[in-house]
């Protein structure tokens, strides 16, 4: 499944917005996310992915390239965020639902991982999955995320209505800026 289909990123785009619009914006992709987004949502969201390529220690959001030729397939970002007291990066991505199982999140979140290794700000890299979300779970394993436990909360926020999800953390090598983080 893995390795057959070439996979690479470049910054969210401007001409990007339809891609939200078919993952977010689709009842079927977003079972794990307690429903999907409103046209007003997405379109706030798409311009804060744009927002957030302007400086890649602040947090990126991707375009997931795939195939032959590189079309968009996808979105694959980081975001600084707080788990107990750990400062690090969280990390979501969508692929599109016919482009799925062939490997493609987990190549993508992959060479994000290997980008923000390298920018040395943040020891931990946070994913926090749905319970139920089987791959998104089985991403987070098969890229040596540890699974710490569990826990509810709000998703979307405000929204009252709560995700029980799997806590992921994953510790980068060679990482120190954070002072209070402890393994
Ligand atoms: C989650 C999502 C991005 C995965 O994208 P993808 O490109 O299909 O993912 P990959 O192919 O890289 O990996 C999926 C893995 O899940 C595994 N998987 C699929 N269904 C599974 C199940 N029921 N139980 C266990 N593992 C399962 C696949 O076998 C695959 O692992 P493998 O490569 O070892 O076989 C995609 O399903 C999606 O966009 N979902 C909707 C949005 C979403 O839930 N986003 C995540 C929010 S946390």
């Not at 046209?39 to 947090?59: Q, V």
């Amino acid at each position: 499944m893995n390795g057959d289909i070439d996979v690479s990123i470049r910054p969210y785009a401007e001409g990007d917005l339809w891609l939200l619009e078919r993952t977010l914006g689709n009842p079927g992709q977003m079972v794990h996310l307690n429903g999907p987004e409103s046209i007003e949502h997405i379109r706030k969201r798409h311009n804060k992915f744009l927002a957030m390529s302007a400086d890649p220690h602040a947090g990126c959001q991707f375009t997931i390239l795939a195939g032959s030729p590189n079309a968009p397939a996808g979105n694959v970002g980081y975001w600084e965020s707080e788990w107990k007291g750990k400062t690090g990066w969280e990390m979501g991505w969508f692929v599109l639902p016919e482009l799925q199982g062939r490997g493609i999140a987990t190549a993508a979140t992959r060479l994000v991982i290997d980008l923000i290794t390298k920018l040395e700000s943040h020891r931990f890299v946070f994913a926090f999955p749905s319970v139920e979300n089987h791959q998104s779970n089985a991403i987070c394993r098969k890229l040596g995320f540890r699974l710490t436990e569990q826990a509810s909360s709000e998703y979307p926020p405000g929204s009252k209505r709560l995700l029980r999800c799997n806590i992921w953390m994953l510790t980068l090598p060679g990482s120190g800026m954070d002072t209070s983080a402890t393994s």
